[in-house]
């Protein structure tokens, strides 16, 4: 790609004149990126996959030390005689006063009895300028199934952006790192929290919430805003208060989340009453089921609104029903009179008579059985067309020991709907 502008002509310029990756900074890698195991068979019998030596081992310890080249290793019990492992990780630098991030692909290749082997390419760099615009210089991606394929043999070169750079380069950073004067004056020194370290150097450079967080030390939470920029929006001002009031959450994920239900649930998130809680993960279920129960009265109300808008109708189609009453010595069944009715009996006999908008249906008439004290038993369709019942349902949709009775008493009285139908 062809250098569009000025910054990127400067990053094309210095992309050129960096200098192999230091001995020490591949030594780390190989040392903590990659696994380093010891073949073990047959119960005892031990090959460390880094110098070769065959050692006895009978103890139960998941972790051992290699007698020879004192390396640590994970004891793995396998037959198999070669492992291949891939790891990315990355140096920072500073190059011509930019903030520079090489992305490394270390390869590992253990073969027992053999020293190990190891290679790293670089895959890409990513830029950052002193007013945190970014760009990449990459090999070329090749098509292919995986999304991290790269060609080996094109140069790193100036390209377009994409999410696999992003996500390639989140990885383990040498830690011993320089960066540009404006990265250390924000906050960009010493140890670093365990997030995208260009993604923080870029907030370093443009927010200075982040600044403030780095310069307090404040990892943990460094870390988790660096990858939920949109929580930090929202939970900046109630981070300031709890930290005022020495309030350490265990897991910023969930405190985050507990502040936007109790600012869903309508309370103050600038109260330290409410945003830091003694115990979060108690606090952050009740929240939840707080918020749950105000969403289900909403969306209640919502249907109840929906429902009104049938009411004038209701009334002109079937109120000319709502007189009759069949009876006989131990059940009762009338008409349901309102949209109200229909709310009570759905919710009554947990089914979707009022969800599904039966008050709505211009052909049925619905009615509620219920025994002499009122206790609901079923409800009934009744179809003014087909003159006789269409189904008639217990709680949950199930039939009762009343079913067949209620609908021979219904049918039975089908001409009275029928009388009282007005002739049109
Ligand atoms: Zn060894």
Redesign the pocket.
Known sequence: MRPRNRFEREVAASNVKLSAISPKAVEWAVRNTVKHIAFRTSGHKCT??????KFDYKGKGRYIR??????K?EVTDTLARKRKESAYFSTIGRVDGFHVQRVFLLTAVTRKGRKLDTWQTEVCRLWLNTDGKAAVTSRARALGHYMDCFNWFSGIELRNMTNVHWVISDCFVYPHYSTTRELRRNGMRGRLPDCHPTRLAEALLTDCRIETMMKAKDFKAVAHFISHPFDLNRCWQPYKIAKRHRYEPEDYGLWCDTVSLIDKCGKDIHSVKYICPKDLKADHDRWLAKATRMEERRRDMERMVRAKRYEVDYYREKSCFFGIVLSDSDIEISVLDSIEAFRAEGEKMKHCVFECGYYAKSDSVILSAHDLSGKRIETVEFSIKQGKVIQSRGVCNSNTEFHDRIIKLVNDNAYRFLEAKPTS
């Open positions: 460390c996959g880094d110098c070769g030596h290699c007698p020879q080249c004192r390396h290793l």
